[in-house]
């Protein structure tokens, strides 16, 4: 199962808002409203930020949020912080696997 | 609230066998609708889906790894295990075990992961 395409490295200035993309087929991100994104700050596990292409588990900010258009579902981080500068992946069900599929990942830098 | 702990070595020689545990707390790994499993990730790269089992036994393993890789439950100590055979240089990773409620879509909680390196 390949994973799906995210850029490697996106970034932004202080307060700015950016958009991480994740880009699969109509087997996974296109066919099914079960995307999620997390966060990985170095050396830490992941963290779930986005479940279902756009909730939020408690706890998240609402700076957060997410959404999806045919194969490619987006992470928008509105208001960057220097605490965003982390490693981001997606996630995806997808009709080839029981495990679902990861995003290659994006490394999110606030310049 | 579940945490989760990884525990084994963390130097493995090629052509045997990985073995680690995890402990739960705060939760009992029988009980409810919630699946069990493990996730690597090399260094410097993203997540692989090692597999996962359901609290009720049911096993997925990723396709690359089956003949290899075993996942288990024990519901005494409340912990699982995941086992993988013949390992190279190419198994290197942190391993991560990780749970989740099978009716979610995603994985929380995550344990803080172990790496384990594979050589002589």
């Known amino acids: 199962q390949s994973a799906l395409t995210q850029p490697v490295s996106v970034s932004g200035s202080p307060g700015q808002s950016i958009t991480i993309s994740c880009t699969g087929t109509?087997?996974?991100?296109?066919?099914?409203?079960?995307v999620s994104w997390y966060l990985q700050h170095p050396g830490r596990a992941p963290k779930v930020l986005i479940y279902?292409?756009?909730n939020r588990p408690s706890g998240i900010s609402n700076r957060f949020s997410g959404s999806k258009s045919g194969n490619t579902a987006s992470l928008t981080i509105s208001g960057l912080q220097a605490e965003d500068e982390a490693d981001y992946y997606c996630?995806?069900?997808?009709?080839?696997?029981?495990?679902?599929?990861f995003g290659s990942g994006t490394k999110v830098t606030v310049i | 609230q579940v945490l989760l702990q990884e525990s084994g070595p963390g130097l493995v020689k090629p052509s045997q066998t990985l073995s680690l545990t995890c402990s739960v707390s705060?939760?009992?790994?029988?009980?409810?609708?919630?699946?069990w499993g493990w996730i690597r990730q090399p260094a410097g790269k993203g997540l692989e889906w090692i597999g996962r089992i359901h609290s009720s036994g049911a096993t997925s393993y990723n396709t690359s790894l089956i003949g290899r890789v075993t996942i288990s439950l024990d519901t005494s100590k409340n912990q699982f295990s995941l086992r993988l055979s013949s390992v190279t240089a190419a198994d290197t990773a942190i391993y991560f075990c990780v749970g989740g409620a099978y009716s979610n879509s995603y994985v929380d909680p995550w344990g803080q992961g172990t790496l384990v390196t594979v050589s002589a």
């Open positions: 996630s995806s069900y997808t009709s080839r696997s029981t495990l679902g599929v």
């Open positions: 705060g939760g009992s790994i029988s009980s409810g609708n919630y699946f």
């Open positions: 279902d292409v756009t």
């Open positions: 109509s087997s996974d991100v296109g066919g099914y409203n079960y």
